[in-house]
């Protein structure tokens, strides 16, 4: 073997190193050998094991939005390509920058249906935001520096680099890291038009009834995107509430922050965004969980949008004002115009916008009924909001209604500290995700927010967090349904449980202790303080069950094909309102 | 543009010739739902390695919007460019036309294709091909006559188009 060359396996961990990565989940086999034969023999880049890849790449998405830095996956050919499809997909909805090394059989194999081969790059061709073939070696450094480039820049999303082990093992030269030049094609816009900027501040001044809606944007933007926004919000004194993807961006627990919007959202919140004269969205895209009935939705009010996608503008809603741009960047502008105007807000139609909104406040739309027999969920959750308040908390969950519980009783002050699976809703997602949290901050408390159906779905990567000695901690909502699912069937479906009901549920106990952590178990009210209390001194990965109201429902919520200004407050409210024929065909 | 009256559209857009990026653009398309009534790509500058693709699409202004901004957004697309929008273009197709018979029809078809300017590139003792370029109508209005003359199959490029004026795209 030459001295000054390199094979394409210790090219691809050069590149990575020259970029950054510090981990990689994955997942052997096959194809990828030669990269883990190049690890073996490497300090720079830590492995960590999944028990399965979808685990990876959840765990990859995890580990990039707790820390801003891109994920990176190394899996298999075939199956560990198409395992990894599920992640690959909820990170593109989300926008997470991921970068997924697949293995691939020899070139000369390639379209022969050769064991373990998959058409990766067409498989993945609609679920990443780019993929890669590598058919050469000598283009091998280039496209995964320009693979972590795409995934990170613009905005963010998962990129695919399929390596053929004919690659992974030919031999050619590596000099020094390539300075980074302008993209040949993909540059995106990061910069507000100035003159935009100056009409939407002009609006935003003029304002009666504003509102700022904000949502993963600004969370991927870095945490000086949240930084200004706070400033924006509070120079302004106007109500802010966030998307599901945009928890933390804004402190939870200050006056201003209208808690969550959309379909499980506040009624404070879904109602000012109804009544508004002037909407600001920043990094949001309108999704149809937020917005409900799209003819319906805030016909009040003059829109501006800032996105750095130009394609989410107008998607779904028409814009009076958009602005393409980096969330930070066009913040900055924003601020600076404000400043330079000395504008300010006309503090009377305010003060009566305010008290609106106080008023909304007062039906206190996330109470629930207690009880003392039974643990009812936001009771559960509002005693882990209490016991875990003031420490630095990261927060992962899966999906259904203990997520939208999770999202109405949790207080993100902070960015980057909640990590759920919103635009594709994947169950499974929480564990393997707060793995990764915990790779990225090992001293960290990590809690994964759980159902016991969700939970179930990936379950082996229990195994993963036995082998890193990773507390993690499990707190499972066990109401032995499809709870979400449940819900729907109830109000939707005449009540017939069609296969929601969790059956042969294991013992989360023992299941927790055979995977070598611990195992609790709340059973009545009075046990969950004492619960959660054991589950944060455990150093070692807990299963908390807590076992909760079989049938309680998640409320406020928006039926589908309802407008915001139709909520559902509680169960006293559905039979008031049949839901529409329209909304039954939506999702 | 909350307006719901579907526009047809020729758009061209310039991509990186590179494996896969044909795929992408109909994966776009057929992903999202959007019409597709005719693209054609070939490469237009060797040197660069870059290929140009004609989509004709039809939706409403809001369709076609995101229709274009969804084609910016791919990673080896340089340039998306609304010929429609962009005003005065130039949009052609060729086709070719084979048409089988004896007697007077032959004889007609020959007449026809004079008439539209279409040439003669095959011929056997029972049968023509004929090349013809022009416009959509055109040639459809070529094959239409043809029709009962003896036409037996026809292969068509879809259109390409290009902006009239010094301008490039």
């Known amino acids: 073997m030459a001295k000054d060359k390199l094979t394409g396996s210790e090219i691809v961990l050069k590149v990575l190193a020259e970029e950054g990565t510090e981990v990689v989940f994955g997942y052997p086999g096959g194809a990828v050998l030669p990269i883990y034969d190049a690890l073996f023999k490497q300090k720079t880049i830590r492995h960590i094991l999944v028990r399965q890849e979808g685990g990876a790449v959840h765990a990859a998405e995890g580990f990039a939005r707790s820390t801003g830095k891109v994920g990176v996956v190394l899996v298999t050919s075939g199956p560990g390509a198409t395992n990894s499809v599920t992640g690959l997909t909820d990170a593109l909805m989300d926008s997470i920058p991921l970068v997924c090394l697949t293995g691939q059989v020899p070139t000369h194999l390639i379209g022969n249906d050769a064991f373990q081969e998959a058409d990766t790059t067409g498989i993945t061709r609609p679920c990443t935001k780019h993929n890669y073939l590598v058919k050469s070696v000598d283009d091998l450094a280039r496209q995964v520096h320009e693979a972590i480039y795409v995934a990170t820049h613009g905005r963010p999303g998962p990129v695919v680099v399929d390596l053929p082990k004919d690659v992974l093992q030919a031999l050619a030269d590596h000099g020094p890291a390539p300075r980074r030049e302008a993209h040949k094609s993909y540059r995106p816009q990061t910069r507000g038009k100035q003159d935009a900027i100056d009409r939407a501040m002009d609006l935003i001044a003029a304002a009666k009834r504003p509102i700022f809606y904000t949502g993963g944007g600004v969370i991927n933007s870095g945490p000086r995107a949240s930084r200004l926004l706070g400033e924006l919000v509070r120079k302004t004194g106007y109500p802010i509430t966030n998307t599901l993807m945009g928890l933390g961006a804004y402190p939870a627990t200050d006056r201003q922050f209208l808690g969550m919007l959309g379909m499980h959202g506040t009624y404070e919140a879904n109602l000012a965004m109804y009544h508004c004269d002037v909407m600001v969205c920043i990094g949001a895209r309108f999704d149809d969980r937020v917005t409900g009935k799209i003819s319906e939705f805030s016909p009040h009010s003059k829109k501006i949008h800032v996105d750095i996608d130009p394609s989410s503008i107008n998607k779904n809603v028409l814009v009076d004002l958009p602005i393409v741009g980096d969330c930070a960047t066009v913040l900055a502008q924003m601020l600076k115009r404000w400043d330079e105007k000395k504008y300010r807000p006309d503090t009377k139609a305010l003060a009566k916008w305010w008290q609106s909104i106080d008023g909304w406040r007062k039906r206190n739309c996330l109470a629930y009924e207690h009880s003392g027999t039974v643990i009812k969920p936001q009771y559960a959750l509002e005693r882990l909001q209490a016991l875990t308040a003031g420490k630095d908390v990261y927060f992962t969950t899966e999906v259904g209604q203990h997520q939208m519980w999770a999202a109405q009783f949790l207080k993100f002050d902070r960015p980057n500290r909640w990590m759920t699976s919103g635009g594709l809703g994947t169950m499974g997602y929480g564990l393997p995700a707060a793995i990764g949290v915990q790779v990225a901050h090992p001293k960290a408390l990590v809690i994964d927010v759980a159902g016991e159906a969700s939970i179930l779905m990936n379950i082996q990567e229990l195994s993963t967090a036995a082998q890193y000695r990773m507390p993690v901690k499990v707190f499972i909502l066990n109401n032995q349904y499809m709870g979400m699912v449940r819900q729907w069937q109830e109000l939707l479906h005449g009540g017939r449980y069609s296969e929601s009901y969790m059956a042969s549920l294991p013992d989360f106990v023992k299941l927790a202790e055979s995977f070598h952590g611990v195992g609790l178990i709340a059973e009545k009210p009075s046990d969950v303080d004492g619960v959660i209390a054991e589950m944060l001194k455990v150093d070692r990965f807990v299963i908390a069950d807590i076992r909760v109201d079989q049938t309680e429902n998640c409320f406020p919520m928006i039926p589908s094909g309802a407008a915001h200004n139709q909520m559902l407050l509680g169960p006293a409210d559905k039979a008031a309102r049949p839901i529409s024929e329209e909304g039954m065909v939506l999702v | ?169």
Do not use: C
């Open chain 2, 1 to 169: 543009m909350d307006d719901k009256t579907i526009e047809r559209h020729i758009i061209a857009v310039l991509v990186d010739n590179e494996a896969g990026v044909l795929a992408r653009v109909i994966g776009l398309f057929s992903g999202r739902g959007y019409n597709i009534e005719s693209l054609t790509v070939a490469e237009v500058d060797p040197r660069n390695a870059r290929s140009r693709i004609t989509v004709v699409t039809s939706g409403t202004p809001q369709i076609v919007e995101q229709i274009k901004a969804q084609l910016d957004r791919l990673v080896p697309v340089h340039k998306v460019s609304d010929l429609t929008e962009e005003g005065e273009h130039v949009a052609r197709e060729l086709a070719l036309v084979k048409v089988r018979g004896s007697g007077d029809r032959r004889v007609e078809s020959l007449r026809i294709a004079d008439i539209f300017r279409a040439g003669v590139v095959d011929s056997t003792a029972r049968s023509f091909v004929f090349e013809i370029t022009g416009s959509t109508d055109k040639i459809d209005a070529f094959v239409r006559l043809m029709e009962p003359l003896g036409l037996v199959d026809i292969s068509r490029t879809g259109i390409v188009a290009i902006a009239r004026g010094e301008k490039p795209i």
